[in-house]
């Protein structure tokens, strides 16, 4: 007789996007004369970078002709692009990987959950808390236990090792939710506890493209002793505008061993079984972002979302919040005034001002009596939203 996996009636019902978009149109419905601002999502919302457009348009055309036609491509990626990414790790971080250690996917959200599929299953789990839902979701699907880490004021939202023994941990910086950035301190004193007890760190670059401070590591790599215990997950998605395009990698060393396996060639044998390689138009997108006109092209882009996130920073601070995040990163986190409840604070926002926000609780228990505001709406519409939340506070 066939048996469900029970494990999904652990999932909390309650995600807390849905629960955001469902209060945002309630609203929209009752007060249709009120037009609502979204500051709520993660979602990119400029156009792509004209080399990156030309590389698509000539890969749509390459399928067009039987002797430019290609079907089925590498499983793990084409190996052009990972020799791409390989070039650009030693060029911007100084990290000696090879093409072979890069593996292609279509997203860091299906790479972090997928990963933890390579562990026994119950294996114990840290999260930062406030987190990024998909890693707490994905490995309660899979039986394993959570451990939170709190992130808060007091440690800038940047956990100390745990005080458990745990066999995973996920981190995420520049962070989802909170915006802020691990220093190479911070993440040295993780490497170091993953390397003496033996710990694997999954480190979800997804933001990495928004670090302008030099001072501030780039990828999970360029801290000692990472490449034998660490896995980075990067993506295109908020560096490209690739959120709809779909296409990431996974970078594991030749070094890393669990109990004497070379995890990469367990993480290539996953995707070769389950996987068929991202597509052949994205990679072709993905490679051209990597060109140097890509780089500049793209880093234009999330210029424009810093510059964004500037303004919310500066319009929350003048108004008197406290605000944290944003600087490397495409999100504030903001703390409600009076340590009010986020989902209150969040109404409150809704109610005076239209303006959608993320409430933090939804993000984990210590995300509670903060705000996620989000800088990848139109600057005209961040400025918008801002004035709105100025006016209401004089
Ligand atoms: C921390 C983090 N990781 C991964 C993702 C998803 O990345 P991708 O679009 O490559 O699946 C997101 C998307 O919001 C994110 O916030």
């Known amino acids: 007789m066939t048996k469900l996996n029970d494990n999904y009636t652990q999932l909390k019902d309650s995600y807390v996007f849905r629960q955001v978009n469902e209060k945002a149109a309630a609203f929209a419905s009752e007060h249709p004369d009120l037009p609502i601002i ?16 030309d590389a698509l348009h000539g890969a749509v055309d390459k399928l067009s002709d039987e002797a430019t036609y290609t079907g089925y491509g590498d499983e793990l990626g084409e190996a052009y692009l990972r020799e791409a990414l390989s070039g650009y790790y030693k060029n911007e971080y100084g990290v000696e990987l090879t093409a072979d250690e890069f593996v292609l996917s279509d997203g860091a959200k299906s790479d972090t959950a997928n990963i933890a599929g390579l562990f026994a299953a119950g294996s114990t789990v840290a999260v930062q808390d406030p987190v990024y839902p998909v890693y707490v979701e994905s490995n309660t699907v899979l039986g394993n236990r959570i451990v939170y880490l709190p992130c808060t004021e007091e440690n800038n939202f940047v956990p100390t090792p745990p005080s458990e023994p745990v066999d995973i941990i996920y981190l995420c910086s520049p962070n989802n939710p909170t915006g802020t950035v691990a220093t190479h301190e911070q993440l040295q004193a993780l490497v170091d506890y993953a390397l003496e007890n ?10 990495s493209a928004f670090i302008r401070d030099d001072s501030l590591p780039r990828s999970i790599f360029e801290i000692d002793g990472a490449k034998q215990c660490a896995i980075e997950v ?14 990431a990698w996974t970078a594991i060393s030749e070094e890393l061993r669990v109990d ?48 964004n996130a500037s303004i919310i920073r500066e319009s929350l601070q003048a108004v008197g919040l406290t605000v944290y995040g944003g600087e490397n990163s495409p999100y504030i986190w903001l703390k ?27 993000f984990g228990s210590e995300g509670e ?20 939340i100025a006016n209401q506070s004089s």
């Open 198 to 207: 033996g710990a694997v760190i999954i480190f979800d670059a997804a933001y």
């Open 260 to 307: 004497g396996v070379s995890l990469l060639e367990r993480w290539r044998r996953r995707q070769l079984v389950m996987f068929n390689g991202p597509s052949n138009i994205s990679q072709a997108g993905g490679l051209a972002v990597l060109s140097e006109a890509g780089q500049r092209e793209c880093a234009e882009i999330i210029d424009y979302y810093r510059a």
């Open 336 to 362: 409600t005034p009076n340590n009010k409840p986020s989902w209150e604070f969040f109404d409150e926002l809704l109610e005076n001002t239209q303006v959608v926000t993320t409430p933090g609780v939804g």
């Open 234 to 247: 990067g993506s295109f998605s908020k560096w490209a505008g690739f959120c709809g395009v779909r296409l």
């Open 38 to 53: 979204k500051m709520g999502v993660g979602n990119t919302t400029r156009p792509l970078a004209p080399t990156v457009l």
């Open 369 to 388: 009596g903060f705000i996620r505001v989000s800088a990848f709406a139109s600057a005209e519409t961040t400025k918008t939203a801002m004035q709105r």
